[in-house]
Structures are given as C-alpha cells and as structure tokens.
C-alpha cells in the first residue's frame, strides 16, 4: 500500500521525519517495502522563462527558443511542444541531467543542424503525470533558475506491505492510528457532519442475498458535474499508484484508500428501476469496469436493477453504469459484503480489485455512515448537487467483543513487563476500550482479534519489540539430546553422500506443468491447485525426475558439457483414503559427457545405465538397505528406455530404486538431446534398520584366522542376470562364504554360442580351525551345487 507524506500528515498532527516514520512503521510490524521520493530525480531541473521562440529553419514542427534561467545568459534550446511561446515559464533540464521517464541523460547536442543546450520537458517526461500535450507551464511570477524540485517541495512516497491480519491498516487512517499510539504524533479526528438529505431517495434499494450483502446503504446526489478532480486529490492518488479518472471515481478511490471503505457511485441514468443486492442467476454476464466479460455464478453477490446487473458486489463495478463526464445524477453505494463470499467469488473468476482486498480481509461494518458522509461531502464540495436522504437497508454486523485480559500476560507471553497504565494508554490509542476490572471491549474495525494473546500482541508491538530482553533458554545438564527426527537424519546422511561422489545438489519447485506430471503418473492420479501461482505450475509433482530433467536442460542449453544433480523432496500421490500422500524421494539426473576429452582417456565417454546404477546402489548403501540382497529387474517404467534400465527390489514387488537411461519420448518432451541416465529411490519404501539390543554397539574382533579365496567359472546362459548366480553363490554356505564377486565375464571362442562364462571370485573365512582338503572340497561342492540351480556348469 502506497501513500504519501502529506497524506499522512493530513490524518496525523506530527512533524516526524520520513526517516522516522519509516522506521517506527517497521517497529509496529507494518514493513516498509521503499521509501521514495520523486523530487531527488529532479534536481538538475530549472525553473525558465521562454524569451524568443523562433521556427526551426529546417524542421516544420519544431522551434528555436531562447530560454532565460535567470542568470543573464540565455540557453539555445530546440523543442516540438505545440504551447511553446515566449513568455511561457516551465522547466527545462539541463545536460547532465537524467529524465526520469525513461533514464536518457541530456547533452549538449544538434537537432537539424541547429544546437539544443537540454530540453523543455512535460508532466509525463519528469514522472509527474501523463500529460504530455505540452511542455509545463508555471505562474510568470515563479522565480528563475530555481531546481524544480525545490519549486515542488519534498513528498516521500511510502510503500507498506500490509499483513492479511491487519484489514485496519488496508486506510492511510488506520497506519495513522497505529503511529498516534506510538507516540507519533496526535490522530486528527475525522472531521464530517452528517449531510441532511433535501428530499427522499428516488431509488428503491433492496437486499435479497442477506448472507452476501448484509447491510446496504444509498443515497442520490443529482445536478454533479463530472470533471477534473483538484490537483491535492490528484496527487495523492497518483502517490498510491493510481491514475485520476474524474471527480466522481477520483472521490470513491481517495475514500476507500484513505479510509479503507470501498464505495461505488453508479450514473442514476443508466439504472432502471429498483437496485437490489440479490444471488447472480444462472447465465448471466456483465462486463466489469476493466473492460472483460465475466460469466456469474448463483452463489456471486452482485448489484443489480431491472435491466441486469451492473457491480460484481464489493469486487469490481459494471462498465455500463459508469459515470462518466456527461454524468449529472449518481447513486452512491456504501454496503457491507461478507468476507468468505467476497473471496469465494473474487478466486472463481479470478478477478482480483482494491475492493476485493479489503472486503476479504474485513472491511469496518460500523463505518458505513461515516464513509457515506465523506463521500457526499467531498461529492457537493468539487462536483457540487443535491443530496437525497440517505436510504439504510439490512443491518450491518457490528456487534463488539468483550475480552477478558490480564496486563500480566505481557510479561509471561511478551517477554517483557509493562506498567498497567502505559498498557491501557495504549490499548485505548489503538481504538479499544478498557473497563475497569480490565474486560476490554475490541473495535469493530480489528476482526483479527480473537483473544487475550492477541492483545499482548497489541501492547508488545507498540511497546517496542526492541525493549523485550534476550533470555536465553534454559539448559538441561549432561549432554544435549539430538533434536532430528530419523528422517532428517537420513536426508542429512544422503546429502552429504550424494555431494561427496560429485553430484550437485538442486531445489526444484514441487509444482509441475500438467503435461510433466501426467508424463511420470504412471497412471496414478495428479494432484492439481485449485489456486495455483501460475497456469504451468498447476500439479503436484509424481515424481522428483521432471523438475530436475528441466533443470538438466537449462544447464545444457546454457552450454554445460556434463550436469550432475541430485535432489531429496516429496513426491505426491493419491493415498488409500484419497487424500494426497507425500512421500520421500530422492532422484539422480547424469546428463552429458561423464568424462570428458582427453589425451589419457580418447574421446569423451557419455553417462550410461551402469553409471546410475552405481549411483543408486552406493546411495541405497547410505541409506540403510541391504543391498547384498537386493534383485535387479526390469519394469522401470515407460519413462525409460526399455533395453537400457531396470528396478532394485526386495522380493518382486517391493522396488526401492529405477535406474537406467531416459526412453527417447522422454527426452524429446524435455527437450534434451545428450546421453541422460536417472536414477529415483524411494526412500519411504526402505527398511528401518532393527534396534540394537544394548546402547553399546558389539566389540570389533577381526578373525584369528586368514581368509581363503577360491575361483570358480560357469557356464551359464546368456539370459541369466549375474547378480542371480552371484546372489546363489554367496549363499551356499552362509556360514564360510564372507564375499564373492565377479572378475570376468567372457563371451567368444570356446563358449557355445547364447551361452558366456563368468568368472567368480569367493572368499571363504575359516572360524575356529583352518580349512583342510575335505573342507573346501565340501563348501566347493555346495557353490557348485546352488550355480547349477541358475542353470550353471562348472568348467573343465
């Protein structure tokens, strides 16, 4: 929210500084986003009269002034403005300086062979406006070669960021409220009689949606004159960001900004017939004042007469019944809509106002005649008329709470004590009342309190958060306990193992373009916001591969040779009860060249499928999984290339981990066109480790004895996964067998052809006596014996 220093000091006596403002908004809790202020860009701006204005002998358009700053000695200057004209004083920058419109610094120059010392500027150009039909014209008695900025004085502009619990701060009044009861500065009281009406109100005003539009109130000015509003109103609304339409909308906008009471003036001309806060109907449209048609629905509260309706109620007005310049008789409309039905409404068609803002958060229901009589006062003071009675229909909710409140909650809850006068002080400058026996009553404008803390809140904040001293906490004796749960234990151990064997860490969004999410649904339902933060960020993500495949991309389009990434987050998927579930991931994108070109090592080697193998496997290690006993299978997924990927399981149908290179549809829908191999754990599918029997782990005795290791070579089908012959191997003789693995895989002369040889090694540990011949002849015969139920045989 936007406003400026003058503004404020209009609503509070104070003669703080914008420095000190600034910063005793940001102690209350009302955030500063920037202080700004329009006249430090106009410093090398000066006041000059026009002396000469001759036309350019080479241009049609444009003339040659003579332009006096004062100081005796005339500038040259070319300028195209159509009021040009000697005598005209306006404002001419200088070279050096910078026109705030668009950054362009003035220099010394010639335009058509003629030499322009600067440049006779607009409204539009110094960022004053959007008048830009002519240069600035000021009274012949300003004086000359003054800074224009000095001419203008000084008005900081303030941009607060207003929190939703804060609906009271949505008015310039509100924030001065909040500053009067920090000490500063004194609240000016608004200052509005109540208009006696001349007659009654010529229009039947109605409610049919009581729930929508509690309270309704209305009132006819006629014989108005629509046109500019005053400079003064001008310019503060230009300081909020907005753009001065005319008198009538000017007035609306001031009042919902300063006061934070929307209000909507209809042209009476335009109406027929009875107006009436009713339910929209089935099919019914109107086009809003931002010139697009919306389709209603029967739960939206509108505005409406016989014709149709005219205003989407407390959001946005109809561009039919505008007023405009011809206007001359207006309806004003001060109601009061019921927050849900304002946000319900305001997400359904996605059509976000002023209005809306504040009537969703909480507009003050006991204003409503307040804001009436600012409104037709301001109305009769620029636009002049007539003003009806004013018509009250419904009642608004403006029944006040009581709280009971202990001032010794400050210091238990607060964290500092506060004497019980300067707590009253404050409660009762911030607009609440305190009884006696402290039952304190809450204004009708702050809906966000709802109890005692709150209120401490109140105090503490306008206290100073600065004077609640550090205590720390206290500390329990002996060692401190770990505060991590299991799971982010695990995510620890898996980060750091993930960056030690060289991979980057990445942070995706959770959310995905439908198109991403449907391609790794495997079928399964795809979670969608209902309220997304964007149109291509609308689903929940399946699975952790598509944000980081987007991410591979981007780092190879930006000329990447080789992209490492992991990433450990939640996956979403619909669970038994049909509720989304989330689920721990962890997932691997190998993109690119996995070595790159060299003398030693040739070409450069792209990633492969056995490279997110590795992957997968060492961080299953870290992980906790047995990863002795884990089973290689296929069934990865459509997502992956059928001949090149497979899935790590416990048993056939418990899948910790995927792995393999992407399917070329896969890479083709992300946009890749490099060698990229993934690798995704389900880390919620893992094993908990078994809880040991003691606190102390079992003592290390390495065996007394020396190991043995033997060689072995199969012949086995070429179909058979190694894994399973060594798996078979390894348990033979569970009792002697401490490791195996495979040193040779041949295929060639000698072998049957569908058939290849793969060499084991098997390391045997004796126990309490060293192994004879009779021994390992016996533990051979079994490692025999299981690689012949893998269809193995023993060579020769």
């Given at each position: ?746 295929r060639g002369q000698g072998v049957p052809e569908g058939q290849r040889s793969l060499g084991l090694e098997v390391t045997l540990q004796p126990g309490d006596k060293s192994f004879d011949e009779a021994a390992l002849k016996e533990i051979s015969d079994k490692i025999v014996a299981a690689a012949a139920k893998q269809g193995g045989v023993l060579r020769g």
């Open positions: 929210m936007k406003f400026s220093l003058s503004w404020l000091k209009a609503l509070l006596d104070t003669q703080a500084s914008a420095t000190e403002i600034a910063e005793k908004l940001t102690s209350l809790g009302l955030e500063i986003e920037s202080v700004t202020d329009a006249s430090a860009a106009l410093k090398q701006f000066r006041v000059a009269r026009v002396l000469t204005a001759e036309k350019h002998p080479q241009a049609d358009k444009l003339q040659v002034l003579s332009v006096d700053l004062g100081d005796g000695s005339p500038l040259q200057v070319v300028c195209g403005a159509p009021n040009a004209r000697a005598g005209l004083v306006g404002v001419l920058g200088v070279p050096g300086a910078v026109v705030p419109a668009n950054g362009m610094e003035l220099r010394k120059s010639a335009i058509r062979g003629v030499e322009s010392n600067g440049m006779m500027c607009s409204t539009r150009e110094l960022g004053l406006g959007e008048e830009h039909d002519g240069i600035i014209e000021l009274p012949e008695d300003t004086a000359l070669g003054q800074s224009f900025a000095d001419y203008i004085g000084s008005d900081p502009v303030f941009d607060v960021a207003i929190t939703p619990n804060r609906p009271d701060c949505m008015g310039v009044y509100g924030i001065a409220r909040d500053l009067a009861a920090a000490g500063i500065g004194t609240l000016r009281a608004i200052d509005v009689a109540p208009v006696t009406g001349t007659g009654p109100c010529p229009v039947d005003i109605r409610i049919e949606d009581a729930a929508g539009c509690p309270a309704f109130y209305g009132r006819v000015i006629k014989g108005v004159t629509n046109g500019a509003s005053p400079q003064w109103l001008q310019d503060r609304l230009k300081a909020a960001g907005q753009r001065p339409i005319s008198a009538l909308v000017d007035i609306t906008n001031y009042v919902m900004l300063g006061y934070g009471r929307p209000a909507h003036a209809y042209d009476l001309a335009k109406l027929t017939g009875a107006v009436t806060a009713r339910l929209a109907r089935e099919g019914e449209t109107v086009v809003a004042l931002n010139g697009k048609e919306y389709v209603l629905q029967p739960f939206m509260t509108v505005i409406a007469d016989d014709a149709g309706v005219h205003d989407i109620g407390g959001i946005m007005g109809g561009e039919h019944s505008g007023c405009s310049d011809t206007t001359t008789d207006v309806l004003l409309e001060v109601a009061y809509f019921d927050p849900a039905h304002i946000a319900r409404t305001g997400q359904a068609l996605a059509l976000a106002s002023d209005a809306r803002g504040r009537f969703e958060r909480g507009v003050d229901p006991a204003f409503l005649d307040t804001g009436m009589d600012l409104l037709t006062a301001l109305i009769l003071e620029i636009c002049g008329g007539e003003a009806s009675e004013v018509v009250r229909v419904g009642t608004p909710p403006v029944a006040q709470r009581s709280l009971a409140y202990d001032p010794a909650l400050a210091g238990q809850l607060g964290g500092v004590a506060v004497a019980q006068g300067e707590q009253k002080r404050i409660l009762a400058a911030l607009g609440f009342g305190v009884d006696a026996d402290w039952t304190v009553t809450v204004p009708t404008w702050r809906p966000d309190i709802a109890g005692a803390p709150d209120l401490v809140e109140e105090v503490i904040r306008v206290h100073g958060l600065d004077a609640v001293p550090s205590t720390p906490l206290p500390r329990t004796d002996g060692v401190a306990r770990p505060t991590a749960t299991p799971v982010q234990m695990l995510e620890r151990r898996l980060r750091r193992a993930a960056a030690a064997r060289g991979l980057h860490e990445a942070v995706t969004w959770s959310f995905l373009p439908p198109a991403q999410a449907e391609h790794f649904a495997d079928g399964q339902f795809v979670w969608t916001l209902a309220n997304p933060i964007s149109e291509d960020l609308k689903a929940m993500r399946p699975s952790l591969l598509p944000g980081l495949l987007a991410a591979a991309r981007r780092n190879c389009d930006r000329g990447a040779s080789s992209v490492r990434l992991f990433e450990i987050g939640r996956r979403y998927l619909r669970a038994d009860d049909g509720s989304s579930d989330e689920r721990l991931s962890l997932a691997v994108v190998l993109a690119g060249e996995r070595t790159a070109r060299g003398w030693a090592s040739g070409k450069a080697q792209a990633f492969d499928a056995f490279d997110a193998k590795a992957e997968a496997m060492a961080l299953l290690a870290q992980a906790g999984a047995p990863v002795e006993n884990l089973q290689v299978m296929g069934e990865a997924g459509s997502q992956f290339h059928p001949g090149q990927s497979a899935t790590l399981r416990l048993g056939p149908k418990q899948v910790l981990a995927r792995f393999g290179m992407i399917h070329p549809a896969t890479a083709k829908a992300f946009g890749l066109d490099v060698p990229v191999a993934v690798v995704e754990l389900f880390l919620d599918r893992v094993p908990a480790k078994k809880a040991a029997p003691g606190f102390a782990r079992p003592h290390f005795a390495p065996p007394a004895l020396q190991a043995v290791t033997r060689d072995f070579a199969f012949l086995v089908d070429a179909k058979v996964p190694a894994g399973d012959v060594l798996r078979a191997v390894k348990g033979a003789d569970k009792a002697s067998i401490v490791a195996a693995r495979v040193f040779d895989d041949f």
